[in-house]
């Protein structure tokens, strides 16, 4: 054979190979033997097989004759032969006898830059009746954590677009932080205020445990066609099984994680971490853990910061979080609450007696925190929202004495300065839902109340400094 025709050949075996390439792959991941076995006990939420063999975080498939349906359930305890599985779906139909077959792997998530504008199931199945959604990739739903040495310091704003936020708890690109409320005083809303108006790249929005009625209404009117168009959202209902609820949150971090190593700042926006945390609860109870703190067994506190621990930043792009809690009985102490407080980077706390006033959203800035301020805003604007802050608090302590008008005009300089204020405060924190905001506008008006000067330059700089 001469040279030229060699050189032909090998050119049609490269192109044949890159062709093919892709198969050959997923064909080398593949066991060509399967293991099954049946269903011999159905209790509760627990489903027990004699067989398959699996291992812990296995899907595996349990096939139901009489309708012809498949029914996914993740492998969440081994007793001796027996599996004990939870399913992802309705379990109606199930009985004993039901051939199950082991998938061998955990629940990936195909990803892609068409996930953009879609809403998806619990299992990252779209729900929107858009059609199907192409894959460039798969990513295990329960990935670890970017490693502690490969996380880059947060120094950089993003721009959340509320200024409440933006103004008196600055948030760095990567930070986690959570808004802690009891229900009905504004998180939702408050989280598709920051979808629409925020800087980042890419929105991915996790309904967990979410009422039916309100999904439809947070896409139409909390989120609108803008925020969608530029988000991701994942959906498990309050009607849903558990597992999904769990899987919900975890598919939700995946796809977040795939835009992030794309290169890019991604919002996660997370809703709710109580009810993600009840729903690992009821898991724990039907497999026989013991309750441990007020009915919450000790998976749920382990699986917490697993979860949790995997937004920030990495070396390739961000995630910054926003995870809602739902506080029980405005007890900030309860055991979900004070777990995650511990883990995020500060905190966001929308009070009721702010939402009584009709001050929307009810962020009460005098609880709330950035672990990260001094990291991502300058001196400047510290000293602004100093200001702002301590006037504030003195307003707060002299409250009741000013509202039956106990206290004397001039008395005490600093309450004179908070009766001046308070309303050009409130009004700077009230913003309307559909009210969009410039972060430079933001830090001024914030300066011209508490008379410091932030110098335009300063603004949405590149880097600053890490300060002691």
Partial sequence: MSDPELLLRTDETAEVAALFGKYLTALKGVDPIKYTGVVERVTGLLIESRGPQAVIGEL????????????????????????????????????????????GAPLSVPVSQGLLGRVLDSLARPIDGKGAI??????????????????????????????????????????????????????????????????????????????GREVQEFIDHDLGPEGLAR?????????????????GAYVATAIAEYFRDQGKDVMLLFDSVTRFARAQREIGLSIGEPPATRGYTPSVFSVLPKLLERCGTSDKGTITGFYTILV??????EPVSDNVRGILDGHIILSRRIAQRYQYPAIDVLDSLSRLAPRVATPSERQAAGVIRKILAVYSEAEDLINVGAYANGTNADIDLAISKIEAIRSFLSQAVEERVDIRDTLRRAGEIAGVAIPVEDILREEVPVRS
């Fill in 231 to 247: 988000s991701v959202v994942v959906v498990s209902t309050s009607d849903t099984p558990p597992l999904a609820r769990l899987k």
């Fill in 328 to 333: 029980d009985g405005d007890d900030m102490d």
């Fill in 60 to 103: 595996c498939q349990i096939f139901i004759p009489d309708r012809e349906a498949i029914v996914l359930a993740e492998v969440v305890g081994l007793r001796g032969t027996f599996v004990q599985l939870m399913p992802c779906d309705d379990m109606e139909g199930i009985e004993v006898g039901c051939l199950v077959v082991a998938t």
């Fill in 134 to 211: 192409g894959a460039d990739a798969l990513y295990s739903a329960h990935a670890h954590p970017p490693h502690v040495l490969t996380r880059k310091k947060i120094v950089e704003r993003i721009v959340t677009g509320i200024r409440a936020i933006d103004a008196l708890t600055p948030v760095g690109k990567g930070q986690r932080l959570g808004i802690f409320s009891a229900s009905g005083v504004g998180k939702s809303t408050l989280l598709g205020m920051i979808a629409r108006n925020t800087s980042a790249d890419v929105n991915v929005i996790a309904l967990i445990g979410e009422r």
